[in-house]
C-alpha cells in the first residue's frame, strides 16, 4: 500500500513530462512485475511447506481386538478311579487307586467318595505320593463315603498323580458304584484340587467306577 501510494504521486507530477512519465512509468511495471513475482513466488513455497506438513489423525484401524488379546482356554484337573479288576467275588479284595491329573501346581486336594456299603466294606486306604502331607484319611461307612485330604504346604513339585488307594471288599453279590462327590455348594462340599497360581478349585472332570460283586 505504502509502494502504490508514492507510485501514484510520482505520476502525477511526470505526466507534463512525456518522457519521464514513459520511463517512470516502465520502471514502475517492471517494480510492481517484480514485487508479484516474488510474492507469487513466496505463496508456492507456503504450498510447498504445506504439502509437507503431515496431519496426524486419530487411528481408527487396529490389529488388537477392542475386548483385548483372546485368553487362552483354563486348563482343568481330573479325578479318576483306577482298579485292574471290575468284579470280585464275596469275601474277594479290589484295589482302586485314586489318580488327580493336573496342569497347575497344587496347593491340596480333597478326594470325597461315595459308595454302597452293603456291597462293598473298606479294608484299607494308603496315602499316594503326590502330595507330602496327608492329614485326613477317613473310612465313613455310616455316611457311605471315604474322605482324603493332601496338602502341599512346601509347594513342592508333584511327579506323582497317585493321591491315594483304597482295598474293598465284597459283602453281597450286586454291584456298586464308587463315585467323587463333585458337587459344590454351601449345604455340601464336594472333590477339589486347588490351584498355588490362582487359589481356585480347578477340578472339573471326574471319572467313576463300577464294582460287581459275585
Same mark, same amino acid.
Given at each position: 500500500? !505504502?509502494?502504490?501510494?508514492?507510485?501514484?504521486?510520482?505520476? #502525477? !507530477?511526470?505526466?507534463?513530462? $512525456?518522457?519521464? +512519465?514513459? =520511463? =517512470?512509468? *516502465?520502471? &514502475?511495471?517492471? =517494480?510492481?512485475?517484480? #514485487?508479484?513475482?516474488?510474492?507469487?513466488? *513466496?505463496?508456492?513455497? %507456503?504450498? %510447498?511447506? #504445506?504439502?509437507?506438513?503431515?496431519?496426524?489423525?486419530?487411528? $481408527?484401524? @487396529?490389529?488388537?481386538?477392542?475386548?483385548?488379546?483372546?485368553?487362552?482356554?483354563?486348563?482343568? &484337573?481330573? +479325578?479318576?478311579? %483306577? @482298579?485292574? #479288576? $471290575? @468284579? $470280585?467275588?464275596?469275601? *474277594?479284595?479290589?484295589? =482302586?487307586?485314586i489318580k488327580l491329573n493336573s496342569p497347575e501346581l497344587l496347593l491340596g486336594a480333597d478326594a470325597i467318595i461315595t459308595y454302597d456299603p452293603a456291597i462293598l466294606g473298606v479294608k484299607k486306604i494308603k496315602s499316594g505320593d503326590m502330595f507330602p502331607n496327608y492329614p485326613r484319611i477317613l473310612s465313613e461307612p455310616t455316611k457311605s463315603r471315604i474322605v482324603v485330604t493332601g496338602v502341599n504346604i512346601d509347594q513342592s513339585e508333584q511327579n506323582s498323580d497317585l493321591f491315594a488307594v483304597v482295598e474293598f471288599v465284597g459283602l453281597k453279590a450286586e454291584s456298586s458304584s464308587i463315585s467323587f462327590v463333585h458337587e459344590i455348594s454351601d449345604e455340601k462340599s464336594g472333590s477339589t484340587a486347588i490351584s498355588v497360581a490362582s487359589g481356585e478349585n480347578i477340578l472339573t472332570n471326574v471319572e467313576d467306577l463300577l464294582i460287581l460283586v459275585q
Amino acid at each position: 500500500m !505504502i509502494w502504490t501510494l508514492y507510485l501514484d504521486r510520482r505520476l #502525477l !507530477i511526470m505526466m507534463t513530462r $512525456t518522457r519521464k +512519465f514513459i =520511463v =517512470v512509468g *516502465g520502471l &514502475a511495471l517492471v =517494480v510492481n512485475l517484480a #514485487l508479484v513475482g516474488y510474492l507469487y513466488k *513466496g505463496s508456492n513455497k %507456503e504450498d %510447498e511447506v #504445506l504439502k509437507n506438513v503431515k496431519i496426524i489423525r486419530p487411528n $481408527t484401524r @487396529s490389529n488388537i481386538p477392542p475386548t483385548g488379546p483372546n485368553r487362552p482356554t483354563k486348563r482343568l &484337573a481330573t +479325578f479318576t478311579l %483306577e @482298579s485292574d #479288576l $471290575t @468284579s $470280585t467275588t464275596i469275601g *474277594g479284595t479290589v484295589t =482302586v487307586r485314586i489318580k488327580l491329573n493336573s496342569p497347575e501346581l497344587l496347593l491340596g486336594a480333597d478326594a470325597i467318595i461315595t459308595y454302597d456299603p452293603a456291597i462293598l466294606g473298606v479294608k484299607k486306604i494308603k496315602s499316594g505320593d503326590m502330595f507330602p502331607n496327608y492329614p485326613r484319611i477317613l473310612s465313613e461307612p455310616t455316611k457311605s463315603r471315604i474322605v482324603v485330604t493332601g496338602v502341599n504346604i512346601d509347594q513342592s513339585e508333584q511327579n506323582s498323580d497317585l493321591f491315594a488307594v483304597v482295598e474293598f471288599v465284597g459283602l453281597k453279590a450286586e454291584s456298586s458304584s464308587i463315585s467323587f462327590v463333585h458337587e459344590i455348594s454351601d449345604e455340601k462340599s464336594g472333590s477339589t484340587a486347588i490351584s498355588v497360581a490362582s487359589g481356585e478349585n480347578i477340578l472339573t472332570n471326574v471319572e467313576d467306577l463300577l464294582i460287581l460283586v459275585q
